[in-house]
């Protein structure tokens, strides 16, 4: 039903539809004049170009951003032949989002929107079969006409875009493009440029998002849940607002406590985590499941030796902070921390420390320039700020911010339009809180009343041992295929997925190499 490799197009045959007009049909069609008729009714939108591919092969352009997150690659190969159309649309605020919208001749009557990753909307364009992001490549080659936008943003700053380079203030317009307008407009524009090729809209529409990507994709589901018949929303920053204090408070908590845990004492903690945790929910498999979950008292192991010396009493309170999650000074939660057995630091996790003068130095990474959005001072350093600050500016987002916070649990719109949602996190996630989203769907269920009922709207998957955005973590996770056809059957066929089966995959053979069933929650990871 939906390939699994990103550079082959396998198992679609019965998906494809008969084409209703044919390749001349469309080709005559695919015309800047033609198509500019079919977003006529479309306040603001413009078509700027339309080209037919017939190559196979597609150059990416490299990212605005800057540094480049994700590797791009010269070219994409094994594209069927498709219509690319660019369409500028004007947005509140003075800005232009570009629109990319490819179709494809051989048509599956689908619309696939793609998302963007961390602050962007995209589009995105690395290959990597391993990585849960879907692209416009993946979606062309598994016969769907395809989307993403670019929501007016072509600053080089990867996270600082809304910010005004002298005065640091806000660009207020941008960000509700970026959180959930310029998603709309994308939908619109592209079934009126699919409608104008083909003669007929899709019979469904679907998002794909994650990470960032997730977060826009249940954006869309809140402020416009008749976009899409089903979106599925993988590793999602929802909880924006708590999720970037969250992510900075490991790094508060060891400079604040003049204690930096270097990665040899880290991974003993992690380790005692998962020796004291694993096993029982089952057989040992050297990860920490959903039901293993348990409180872990770092200070079971001071004094063990570790090769950057013994676990000291102030290593384990340390430890134990971060592991809890930031708190106001009165003890109330602020937010989620990390599990015990989450590799949290380094290039996988929210934070890393680099060594300066023979001593380490935490690094935030990506969550000071969130503060720098709640401050509007593009100068902010984070490392000048006390506990009580950190509170502060927190709680100031939080206000400031909480159009953007993506946390709302009524899913009212989307019952009403029978659309479907699948929520997929890895539990070893180290950049998103798998209790923050899990925190959430706890609230759905409120919303709606039971388990059941919720489930009829939204389901919730939690993969143990899975890390953010890869399905080549330590346990598997739902891969770009599982995920889609459960969605997708679940839309067309009225069979919403009790089990989707996980996959782990070995990057340097890429062979998979563990799979196993992961079952709705609340029946658990296993």
């Known amino acids: 039903m939906f390939a699994q490799a990103s550079q082959t197009r396998l198992g679609l045959d019965r998906w494809i539809a008969t084409a209703s ?39 990416p352009p490299q990212p605005h951003w800057s540094p480049n997150f994700a590797p791009v690659p010269d070219r994409i190969p094994e594209l069927p ?65 395809t989307a993403a936008t670019d929501a007016g943003n072509r600053d080089t700053r990867f996270f600082e875009w809304p910010l005004d380079r002298s005065t640091g203030r806000l660009d207020w317009e941008l960000l509700r493009n970026w959180s959930y307008r310029s998603t709309h407009d994308m939908a619109v524009v592209a079934k009126a440029v699919i ?25 869309s589901v809140l402020h416009h849940p008749g976009d899409f018949d089903g979106v599925w929303a993988a590793d999602p920053a929802l909880n924006w607002t708590a999720l970037w204090p969250a992510a900075l408070w490991p790094a508060m908590v060891m400079k604040e406590m003049d204690n930096v ?20 929910d089952g057989p040992r498999d050297g990860i920490i499941g959903l039901a293993e979950l348990r409180d872990f008292d770092p200070r079971t192991i001071i004094g063990r030796q570790t090769a950057a010396g ?45 060594e300066v003068d023979g001593k380490l130095i935490p690094v935030a990474q990506a969550a000071e320039s969130y503060f720098r959005w709640v401050s509007e001072d593009p100068n902010l350093d984070w490392q000048t700020l006390s506990f009580a600050q950190f509170e502060t500016l927190t709680e100031l987002g939080m206000r400031k911010f909480a159009e953007f916070a993506v946390n709302e649990a009524d899913l009212s719109g989307l019952r009403e339009c029978a659309g479907k949602l699948i929520i997929s996190q890895g539990l070893n996630d180290g950049v998103v809180m798998s209790a923050g989203v899990i925190d ?46 459960a969605l997708m059957d679940w839309v067309e066929n009225d069979k919403p997925p009790q089990a989707i089966v996980a996959e782990r995959i070995d990057i340097a053979t890429g062979n998979v190499v563990e799979s196993r069933p992961v079952y709705c929650y609340p029946a658990g990871g296993r």
């Open 81 to 145: 032949v498709y219509c690319e159309v660019l369409v500028h649309q004007r947005t509140p605020g003075g800005h232009v989002a570009e629109v990319l919208i490819w179709v494809p001749f051989a048509w599956n009557r689908r619309f696939l929107a793609t998302g963007g990753m961390g602050s962007v909307t995209g589009p995105v364009w690395f290959e990597l079969p391993a990585v849960r992001t879907l692209t416009m490549p993946v979606a062309l080659r598994n016969g769907f006409a």
């Open 21 to 59: 007009l044919t390749a001349v049909d469309i080709a005559e069609r695919c015309t800047v004049g033609a198509l500019q008729k079919a977003v006529a009714a479309i306040e603001g939108a413009e078509v700027v170009s339309v080209t037919i591919n017939r190559s196979g092969v597609f150059k």
């Open 440 to 485: 959430y769907y706890r609230r759905v269920i409120g919303w709606a009343g039971g388990v059941g009922m919720a489930q009829a709207v939204a389901r919730l998957f939690v993969t143990d041992g899975d890390i953010h955005g890869s399905i080549a973590g330590p346990g598997p996770g739902l891969t770009k295929a599982a995920a889609m056809t």
């Open 195 to 219: 409608e104008g090729l083909h003669g007929c809209p899709p019979d469904y529409s679907y998002y794909g998002g994650c990470s960032g990507g997730g977060r826009q994709g249940l954006a």
């Open 261 to 280: 845990l270097s990665p040899e004492k880290l991974e003993a903690f992690r380790a005692a985590a998962v020796e004291a945790c694993d096993g029982t």
């Open 310 to 354: 013994k676990i000291s009493a102030v290593d384990a309170e340390v430890m134990r902070k971060c592991w809890d999650g930031p708190r106001h000074a009165s003890g109330e939660r602020i937010w989620y921390g990390l599990p015990p057995g989450t590799n949290s630091w380094g290039p996988e996790g929210i934070w890393s420390s680099v």
